[in-house]
């Protein structure tokens, strides 16, 4: 059955040649990960990631490619960062929204996102570097002039934004969420060493507890399908309109409320945004000024803490599916269309008294979906405390973003077929 959907799709010119290169944008993405920047110690640089919880979180945020401080070791991580930025200013900034809902106003923006990428890439690479250069303990950075700190600080940059391109270039294919699909090979590219590790360290008496982590793992997947795929189903009425002899309308179907609009990109957001405070405070730890010292100190102990750090992964997570959610869905303009279009929901009035109710809908299935993605993504973290592995962190977070981006990319996909079979092309 599933090979037959392949072939079917690879039947399709188009889409066939869309996925294609889709693919040779992730090897490209994957070849540049493997070339490291001169004069870094790779194998001392995973030992000192290997180290830090935090430090393993960037890692898989940059698609792995931090692992080797390779030219794109930033990722897309700045990206990121622009785009929250942003979208909290469209929220906030009344000039801004109105912007955005012009005719190329979302262009406008776009652009200004790109444009704040370059300084946050360039003040993130050069708070890495200084950090990596602090660790005398692993000896990963020797001394570097100021022409090497530059040229250094220059490439990360440019890897920066070339990801971004290439992240953009992906998303216009349609085949997925260029940003996610970027994240998602670095995971998937790190599946071969994991396996390989823990073969290594294969211990007989741990089988159940593989197998126990097995049926964690499996039943994390169902529930990340259910949760993307459920949907609540809102009545939709269409009044019938008498023109000469003829009638028109008088048709019921429902609008569907997906449970997770967000899809994956609120683990991305709180990802990003949990790895902002240690990092900054890790740069001030050898400051002149004890104040910033002690405060740098206190901070890092805080994201080390496994109960507050699970607390703020979770509270991230939860309050970004509903930021999120908010960015995408407008109840106001779902019913002002519904209004000139004829449509009503059964019981409900037209207009405002529509716009109230679907808010309140979906602020209450979002819910579900934001408890369920919090949960998932702080699951790891109490699994460690019992077996004290860090791979189950890191393991939770990919798994949660690999289930989501994969669905979202086959729904794309079998959107482009369903559009292509209705078009007779």
């Known amino acids: 059955m599933w090979l037959d959907k392949i072939i079917q799709i690879f039947k399709i010119r188009d889409l066939r040649k869309s996925i294609l290169f889709v693919l040779a944008m992730l090897v ?248 902002f405070p240690p990092m900054v405070a890790n740069f001030f730890l050898h400051a002149k000024s004890q104040i910033l010292v002690k405060a740098s100190e206190f901070i890092i102990q805080i994201f080390q803490n496994q109960l507050i750090y699970g607390i703020l992964y979770f509270t991230f997570v939860f309050g970004f599916t509903y930021f999120y959610t908010a960015v995408v869905f407008h109840p106001q303009q779902i019913a002002d269309n519904l209004q000139k279009q004829g449509g009503f929901i059964p019981g409900i009035r037209p207009g405002k008294n529509t716009e109230e109710y679907l808010a309140r809908v979906t602020s209450r299935i979002i819910l579900a979906g934001a408890l369920f993605l919090g949960l998932i993504a702080i699951l790891p973290l109490i699994l460690q405390g019992f077996t004290g592995g860090l791979n189950l962190v890191i393991g939770g977070t990919s798994l949660l973003i690999v289930v989501s981006v994969v669905i979202e990319s086959m729904k794309q996909i079998q959107a482009q077929m369903t559009m292509r079979e209705y078009e007779g092309l």
Do not use: C
């Not at 990631?49 to 979180?57: D, M, R, V, W």
């Not at 823990?198 to 741990?206: G, N």
């Not at 793992?217 to 009425?237: D, F, L, Q």
């Open 28 to 275: 490209v993405f994957r070849i540049a990960a493997q070339i490291p920047i001169p004069g870094v110690n790779v194998g001392n640089l995973k030992e000192f990631f290997a180290s830090n919880q935090i430090l393993g979180l960037i890692n898989i945020f940059s698609g792995g490619a931090m692992e080797n401080f390779s030219i794109v070791a930033m990722g897309i991580a700045p990206y990121i960062t622009a785009s929250i930025i942003f979208q909290l200013l469209v929220m906030i900034i009344p000039k801004l929204e109105e912007i955005s809902k012009e005719q190329g106003g979302q262009q406008k923006i776009n652009r200004w996102t790109r444009l704040l990428t370059v300084p946050l890439a360039a003040l993130q690479g050069y708070g890495m570097l200084t950090l990596l250069r602090q660790q005398s303990t692993f000896d990963i950075i020797g001394h570097l002039s100021a022409f090497e700190l530059i040229t250094a600080l220059v490439t990360l940059t440019a890897g920066t934004i070339f990801l971004m391109w290439i992240g953009e270039l992906i998303s216009e294919k349609k085949i997925g969420n260029g940003i996610s699909l970027l994240i998602f090979a670095g995971i998937i590219a790190a599946l071969p060493g994991a396996i390989q590790r823990t073969l290594v360290v294969f211990d007989p008496s741990q089988i159940a507890t593989l197998i126990a982590f097995g049926a964690i793992a499996v039943i994390t997947i169902i529930g990340v399908v259910i949760i993307n795929e459920g949907t609540r189903n809102v009545p939709v009425s269409y009044a019938r309109h008498i023109r000469g002899n003829r009638m028109y309308g008088g048709v019921n179907t429902h609008l569907p409320l997906r449970v997770n609009m967000a899809g994956v990109i609120p683990i991305i957001f709180a990802i990003s945004l949990i790895l």
